[in-house]
C-alpha cells in the first residue's frame, strides 16, 4: 500500500504541473473553481462516509471479522469477501475509507483482492437500474460472467501473494 504522504506529494505535484498548464491558458481560475465546486459536493458524501466507517470500526468486532475473513477463515473469506463487496454502496469515497478502517487488517490478500473485485464488477445496487434499462437478458448474461471471477481473483491473490 502507498503510504498517504507518498500519495499527497503525487497528486500534489499533478496539481500542481495541472496549474501551470491551464495558467499558460488562462484557465486557472475556472478550474480553481470546478475544483472548489465538485469538493464542496462530495464533502456531505465524505463526512458521512467517515462517520459510518467510525461507527462501523466500534461495533464490528475484530474476531468476527477475523474468524469470518481472516486467516482462520480459510476458503470461506474467499467467498464471503465478494458477497460483502458486492452488497456495500456507494462510490470509491464510501468504500475505500470503510474498507481501509474495517477489514483491511482483518482480511487475507485474496479476500480483499476477492472484495474489492466484486465491488466493482457486481455491485447489486445496480441491479434495478440494469433491470429497467437493460433486461432481465443482460442482468443473466452478466451475472453469470461475473459471479466466481472475484473469487478466482482472490485464490489467485493468495497463491501469488500469500494470505
Same mark, same amino acid.
Given at each position: 500500500?502507498?503510504?498517504? +504522504? !507518498? +500519495?499527497?506529494? /503525487? ?8 496549474? &501551470? ?15 472548489? =465546486? ?14 459510518? /466507517? ?25 467467498? &464471503? ?18 474498507? !481501509?478502517?474495517?477489514?483491511? !487488517?482483518? /482480511? ?7 472484495? &474489492? ?5 457486481? $455491485? ?12 432481465? =437478458? ?12 472475484? +473469487? ?5 491473490? $493468495? ?5
Amino acid at each position: 500500500m502507498i503510504p498517504l +504522504t !507518498d +500519495t499527497l506529494v /503525487v497528486l500534489s505535484g499533478m496539481a500542481a504541473l495541472l496549474l &501551470i498548464l491551464a495558467f499558460r491558458k488562462g484557465l486557472h481560475v475556472e478550474g480553481l473553481r470546478g475544483g472548489f =465546486r465538485m469538493f464542496l459536493n462530495i464533502l456531505p458524501l465524505l463526512l458521512l462516509a467517515f462517520i459510518l /466507517v467510525g461507527y462501523l470500526n466500534l461495533l464490528l468486532p475484530k474476531e468476527v471479522l477475523q474468524s469470518w475473513l481472516g486467516e482462520e477463515a480459510g476458503w470461506k473469506g474467499l467467498f &464471503i469477501g465478494p458477497a460483502i463487496g458486492a452488497l456495500v454502496q456507494g462510490g470509491p469515497f464510501a468504500f475505500f475509507p470503510l474498507f !481501509d478502517s474495517v477489514f483491511r !487488517d482483518s /482480511v487475507t490478500t485474496g479476500t480483499a483482492v476477492a472484495m &474489492i473485485t466484486a465491488w466493482g464488477m457486481i $455491485n447489486v445496487g445496480h441491479l434495478p437500474y440494469e433491470a429497467a434499462f437493460l433486461g432481465p =437478458r443482460f442482468i443473466m448474461l452478466k451475472y453469470s460472467i461475473y459471479i466466481l471471477f472475484p +473469487t478466482v481473483a482472490g485464490f489467485l491473490a $493468495n497463491l501469488i501473494f500469500g494470505p
